[in-house]
C-alpha cells in the first residue's frame, strides 16, 4: 500500500471518528436540551443509587498494607517473624536533657528531678472515660483505671540495684529502659547514693559500654567508666492491645494512658520539672501528628471549592448579578464534581476498593478536571449561539443549540476523560495499595464526571439560558426582573481572553522568530527536565510527613544529636530447636560474624552483649561455673530456668519462642521453637541542604546486603532469617522508582493510542502526545529542583499530572482539527480564539483551588500544591504556546466535517444532517410540553409552532416568536 493510500486511510478513519462522536452526542443534546429535567433526575437518581454502594465501605490505615508492595520478601520474613514473635509492644521515650546550661545530667539534681518525672509517669491513672469496660450485668457498667504497672509489657530486668537486696514492687517486673534503674526506680535509695557515677560504673566493662548505648554522648575515661553525659533516654514498654476493627488498627486503652499520661506529663516538663529539658515520641504519636495537619488541612478543601465557585461564576457569565451572570451555572459544575464523586465512591466501594489516607485528594483532582469540562461545554454553547439574541430564541432552537454544542465539545471532554481514566486505570494495577486503590477510585470517578458533565451540567445549562432569556432572576427564579433585555447587547461576543489570544498571543509565537524562540526555549527546558529526572532521587521522607512545629521534630533532631549510632532494628531469626542446641555454642558467638560491618554495606552496628540471648546464657553459666546441658531437653528446662527464674535472664524473656509459653508450668518443661538475636543497623541518614533525612538508598543496600549475607550463612542444618520492621518500607524505596517510570511511560503510550482513536489522525496523536511527554518530563525535572524526592505521594501526584496535562493539549489539538482551510497558522489561531480562553479559564480555577494548599503545613497537601502549581504551570505552557507551534508547522489536514462548513455552497452543516435538526423538532412537537410550564395568570400557553428547514446551512427557522418559558 502506498503513503498516499496510507494517508487517505488515516484521513478517513479520523473523520469516521469524528463524524460518530460528534453526532453520538447530538443525539445526546438533542435529550438534554428537550427534557433537561429529567436529565437532571436521571443524573441524581443514578448518584443515589450507586450510592448503596456504600454499604461494603472500608478504609485501610495499616502502613503495611497502604505503601508496601505485596508478596514480597519482606512480607514473608514479617510472616515468619510473626508466627514466633509478635509485634507485641508498644514503644514510648523521652530523651532527657539538662536545663542548665551545664549539659551534664549525669548529677544527682537533674536523676532527681528525672525520678519525680517517672514516679508520675508510673502512678498517674489513665482517663477511665477513655477505657470504659461494659459488663452484660443488668444496666450497670464496670469502669477500670490503668496505670503504667497495669499496662506494662513484663519482661524484667528494670532494676538492676541490689542494695541490701532492694526492690520495688511491680515496676521492676515491666520492662522500662534507663539508668534510672540503677536505682530500681526508688527515689530514697538514689536520693542517698553518695557517689552516683560509682554506682553507673558499678558494672563491668562491658555492661557499662551496654548501659552508654542509652546515654546521649558519654564521656568515658581511660578505664571505660562513663564521667559524664549529655542526655538519656527513658523507654516505656506496653503490653500490646492491639484490635484490627474494619482494616483499621485501633488500641483504645494504651492509646488513653499515652495521651492522659505519659504526653500529658512530657508536655508539662517545662513548668513541672524545670531542671529538666525533654524531647519525647509515644506509639500514637505519629497518627496524632500527621492526623491532626491532614484533617486540620481538610478545611482548606471547603476554601478551595469556594474559590473555585467565585471564579467560575466571575468567568462563565457577567460578573454582577444580571443579565448574562451564570453564578447558578457555577454552582451547577460544583455540584456536577460532587455528584460524580458520590457516584464513583459508591461503586469504588462496591467493587472491594478501599478508602485511605490519600484518597482525600480526589476532590482537588476532580475539581480541577470537572471544572475544565464545564468551561469547554459552556464556550462551545456560546458560540453556537452567534447572532442569535436570546429573547428570540425558542426550546426548540435552544434544544437545537444545545445539540450542537455537545456535538462540538463532546468529542474534546471525551478525548480528555478517556486519556485522563485510562491513566488512572493503568495506575490501578500499581504494586503498592495504596496507589493501586487511589487510582481505581479516580478512574471511575472520571467516567461518571464525563457522563454527568454531559448530562446534568448541560441539563442545567439549558434550564439557565431558559430563564435569561425569560429574563428571571437567578437566586430566585419565579420572579421576573423589572428592566428589559437589552437586545442590541444580547448577542455573543468574544471575550477579552479571545480577543487576547487571536489579536496579540497567537501573531506572538506564529511568526518566524516566535516559533524559533518558542523552539529553543522548550529545548532548553526538555533538556532540563531530562537532566532533573535522571537525578531525581527516592527518599525515605517519613519525617516529611510531620509538621514542622510539631513536638516530634524535637525528639528527631534530639535523636540525632545525642544518639547518632542509633539506627534501624535489624534481628537474626534461629529456627528449630534441635538445630538451636546443635549450634548453641556458634550463636552464643554469632557477635563475631556482625563486627566491622558498620563503615560498608550492610551497615550493620558492632554486636552487644544484651541482644543475644544465648552469649547472655552462656555468660550466666560461666559466672555459675557451670557448661552447657548435656542434652537437648536439660538444654531446654536450664533455658526456660535461666529466662523465668533468673534477675540475669529477664532481659531475654521475648527472645525466646516455646511451644507453650502461656502456662507457666509449663514454662520450663517446653521446646524451644524458635530464638532471636537483637542489632541494628548505624543511623543511615545524610544532609539535604540543612536537613538531615534518612537515606533511602543505603537503606536498600543495607537489607539487600543483609540478606546475601545471611544466605551465605545458612546450611541444612542451621537456618537463620532477617528480619526488620523497617524492610517492608524499604521494599517500597525499591520499587517505587520503577513504579513511576513504568505508569508516567504507559500513561503516554495510552494517551497517544487514546488520542488517536478518539481524533483519528496520526500526525494529531503525534503532536498532542509529544506536547504531553515534554510537559511531564519537565515536571520531574523541577521536582529535583524543587526537592521534592520520589516517594508515595509525588508518584500519585504525578499520575495526577498525567491527566491534567492531556487536558490542556488534548482540548487544543481537536478544536485546530475542526478549523477548517489549508493555512496552519491560521487554524492555530482559530483554535486558540474559539478554546483558548476556556482551557486558560479551567487551568487557572484549578491553580487557585489548590493555591490555598500553599499554605498547608501538611505533607501530603504541600507536595501536592508545590506539584499542581508545576503541572498547571507547564501544561498551559505546553497546550497554549508549544502545540500551537507544532500543529502550525507539522499540523494534519482538518476533518471533512471542518471543510464542509467552511463552503457556502455546501448544503451540509458539519457532520449534523437535515435529519438531526428534523429529529430535533419532531422530538419537541412530540412531547407533551412539559417543558412549558404555566403563565403569570395561572392559564395555559396554547401555540402552534411551525418549524421549518431551510435547504441553505440546514438553519432552522421557528415561527414561535411570542414563546416564553416561565418556570421555576
Same mark, same amino acid.
Given at each position: ?90 514503644? %514510648? ?33 489513665? %482517663? ?111 503490653? !500490646? ?9 485501633? !488500641? ?23 531542671? $529538666? ?34 471564579? =467560575? ?9 444580571? /443579565? ?37 485528594? $480526589? ?133 477579552? =481572553? ?37 537525578? =531525581?532521587?527516592?527518599?525515605? /521522607? ?11 521534630? !524535637? ?52 554486636? /552487644? ?222 483554535? $486558540?480564539? !474559539? ?134
Amino acid at each position: 500500500m502506498s503513503s498516499s493510500s496510507l494517508s487517505c486511510s488515516a484521513e478517513n478513519l479520523g473523520n469516521a471518528i469524528e463524524s460518530g462522536i460528534a453526532n453520538a452526542f447530538y443525539k445526546v443534546g438533542t435529550f438534554v436540551g428537550t427534557k433537561p429535567r429529567i436529565t437532571i433526575v436521571i443524573g441524581i437518581v443514578l448518584t443515589v443509587l450507586c450510592g448503596g454502594g456504600f454499604v461494603n465501605w472500608s478504609t485501610e490505615n495499616r502502613a503495611n498494607k497502604l505503601w508496601v508492595p505485596q508478596n514480597t520478601i519482606a512480607e514473608k520474613e514479617t510472616e515468619m517473624y510473626q508466627t514466633y514473635f509478635d509485634s507485641n509492644v508498644r514503644f %514510648n521515650t523521652l530523651t532527657v536533657q539538662a536545663a542548665s546550661s551545664s549539659k551534664n545530667v549525669l548529677t544527682k539534681d537533674v536523676l532527681l528531678a528525672a525520678m519525680d518525672m517517672h514516679h508520675a509517669i508510673e502512678t498517674t491513672e489513665s %482517663n477511665t472515660t477513655e477505657i470504659k469496660i461494659s459488663v452484660d450485668d443488668g444496666d450497670d457498667e464496670k469502669e477500670e483505671t490503668n496505670t503504667f504497672t497495669t499496662l506494662c509489657f513484663r519482661a524484667g530486668g528494670a532494676c538492676k540495684s541490689t542494695v541490701n537486696g532492694a526492690t520495688r514492687g511491680d515496676i521492676c517486673n515491666c520492662l522500662v529502659n534507663s539508668i534510672l534503674g540503677q536505682w530500681n526506680y526508688d527515689k530514697e535509695l538514689l536520693d542517698a547514693d553518695e557517689d552516683i557515677l560509682a554506682t553507673i560504673n558499678s558494672g563491668k566493662k562491658e555492661e557499662n559500654n551496654e548501659l552508654g548505648s542509652g546515654l546521649g554522648n558519654p564521656v568515658f575515661d581511660e578505664e571505660g567508666s562513663v564521667v559524664s553525659a549529655e542526655a538519656f533516654t527513658m523507654n516505656y514498654f506496653l503490653a !500490646d492491645r492491639l484490635e484490627i476493627i474494619g482494616n483499621r488498627e485501633q !488500641d483504645p486503652i494504651n492509646d488513653a494512658w499515652e495521651g492522659d499520661v505519659f504526653l500529658k506529663i512530657a508536655a508539662s516538663v517545662p513548668t513541672s520539672y524545670p531542671t $529538666l529539658k525533654v524531647d519525647y515520641f509515644a506509639a500514637r504519636s505519629f497518627g496524632d501528628e500527621f492526623g491532626t495537619a491532614i484533617t486540620g488541612d481538610l478545611a482548606l478543601v471547603n476554601i478551595s471549592y469556594v474559590m473555585a465557585f467565585l471564579f =467560575l461564576g466571575a468567568t462563565m457569565g457577567r460578573m454582577l448579578c444580571g /443579565t448574562g451572570s451564570r453564578w447558578t451555572m457555577a454552582l451547577a459544575a460544583l455540584v456536577t464534581v460532587l455528584l460524580s464523586t458520590a457516584a464513583g465512591f459508591g461503586i469504588s466501594s462496591l467493587i472491594g476498593l478501599f478508602f485511605g489516607p490519600v484518597h482525600s485528594l $480526589l476532590p482537588f483532582i476532580l475539581l480541577g478536571i470537572g471544572v475544565d469540562d464545564a468551561f469547554v461545554i459552556v464556550n462551545a454553547f456560546n458560540r453556537e449561539r452567534k447572532d442569535t439574541k436570546r429573547s428570540s430564541e425558542s426550546n426548540t432552537a435552544l434544544a437545537t443549540r444545545t445539540a450542537r454544542s455537545l456535538a462540538r465539545a463532546g468529542a474534546s471532554i471525551t478525548v480528555t476523560s478517556a486519556t485522563d481514566l485510562v491513566a488512572f486505570a493503568i495506575s490501578s494495577s500499581s504494586a503498592l495499595p495504596a496507589l493501586a486503590s487511589f487510582c481505581g477510585f479516580a478512574s471511575i470517578c472520571i467516567a461518571f464526571l464525563w457522563f454527568f458533565a454531559a448530562t446534568f451540567f448541560s441539563g442545567c445549562m439549558v434550564l439557565d439560558e431558559r430563564r435569561q432569556r425569560d429574563n428571571r432572576r437567578e437566586c430566585l427564579c419565579c420572579l421576573t426582573r423589572k428592566k428589559e433585555i437589552d437586545d442590541e447587547k444580547d448577542v455573543f461576543e468574544e471575550d477579552f =481572553l479571545s480577543r487576547y489570544f487571536r489579536n496579540y498571543h497567537a501573531p506572538a509565537i506564529l511568526s518566524k522568530t516566535g516559533k524559533l524562540l518558542v523552539l529553543t526555549i522548550f529545548a532548553a527546558l526538555f533538556g532540563y527536565g531530562v537532566y532533573g529526572s535522571i537525578n =531525581l532521587p527516592v527518599e525515605d /521522607t517519613e519525617r516529611a510527613f510531620i509538621p514542622a512545629d510539631s513536638y516530634l521534630q !524535637d525528639w528527631i533532631q534530639s535523636s540525632d544529636e545525642y544518639f547518632p549510632d542509633g539506627g534501624i532494628e535489624l534481628y537474626f531469626v534461629f529456627e528449630n530447636g534441635t538445630d538451636i542446641y546443635n549450634a548453641r555454642e556458634e550463636i552464643a558467638s554469632f557477635g563475631w560474624r556482625l563486627k566491622g560491618l558498620s563503615n560498608a554495606p550492610p551497615y550493620i552496628a558492632e554486636p /552487644t552483649l544484651e541482644g543475644n540471648v544465648m552469649a547472655g546464657y552462656w555468660n550466666y553459666l560461666q559466672k555459675q561455673n557451670e557448661d552447657w546441658p548435656i542434652n537437648e531437653n536439660e538444654f531446654f528446662s536450664a533455658m526456660g530456668a535461666f529466662l523465668w527464674t533468673t534477675k540475669a535472664g529477664e532481659a531475654y524473656r521475648t527472645d525466646v519462642k516455646f511451644e507453650d509459653t502461656d502456662d507457666a508450668s509449663n514454662r520450663l518443661n517446653s521446646t524451644i521453637e524458635a530464638i532471636r538475636i537483637k542489632s541494628e543497623y548505624i543511623r543511615l541518614t545524610k544532609l539535604n541542604g540543612n536537613e538531615i533525612i534518612d537515606d533511602a538508598d543505603r537503606q536498600i543496600q543495607a537489607m539487600d546486603t543483609t540478606r546475601e549475607l545471611v544466605e551465605s550463612w545458612n546450611r541444612d542444618d542451621l537456618k537463620i532469617s532477617p528480619y526488620s520492621e523497617k524492610f517492608l518500607s524499604i521494599e517500597g524505596f525499591k520499587v517505587i522508582r520503577k513504579e513511576l517510570f513504568l505508569n508516567v511511560g504507559l500513561s503516554i503510550a495510552a494517551v497517544a493510542i487514546i488520542v488517536f482513536a478518539t481524533i483519528g489522525s496520526v500526525v494529531a496523536a503525534l503532536l498532542i502526545t509529544v506536547s504531553v511527554a515534554f510537559c511531564l518530563v519537565e515536571i520531574l525535572g523541577f521536582m529535583y529542583l524543587l526537592g521534592i524526592a520520589i516517594d508515595s505521594v509525588s508518584v500519585i501526584n504525578i499520575v495526577l499530572a498525567v491527566g491534567l496535562s492531556v487536558d490542556y493539549s488534548a482540548h487544543i489539538g481537536h478544536c485546530f482539527m475542526t478549523k477548517g482551510g489549508d493555512n496552519k497558522d491560521k487554524r492555530a489561531t482559530e483554535a $486558540l480564539a !474559539d478554546i483558548g480562553a476556556a482551557v486558560l479559564n479551567g487551568a487557572t480555577s484549578t491553580f487557585l483551588a489548590v493555591s490555598v494548599l500553599l499554605f498547608s503545613s501538611s505533607y501530603v497537601f504541600s507536595t501536592l500544591s508545590k506539584q499542581f502549581a508545576l503541572t498547571v504551570g507547564l501544561g498551559i505552557l505546553h497546550g497554549l504556546v508549544l502545540l500551537p507551534v507544532l500543529l502550525s508547522l507539522l499540523g494534519p489536514k482538518p476533518f471533512d466535517s471542518a471543510e464542509k462548513e467552511n463552503d457556502p455552497s455546501n448544503n451540509n452543516d458539519g457532520a449534523y444532517s437535515s435529519g438531526d435538526l428534523a429529529a430535533v423538532v419532531k422530538d419537541f412537537d412530540d412531547t407533551s410540553h412539559d417543558d412549558i410550564a404555566e403563565t403569570g395568570h395561572g392559564s395555559a400557553i396554547s401555540r402552534e409552532e411551525d418549524a421549518v428547514i431551510e435547504g441553505k446551512n440546514n438553519a432552522v427557522v421557528v415561527n414561535d416568536d411570542d414563546k416564553k418559558d416561565v418556570e421555576c
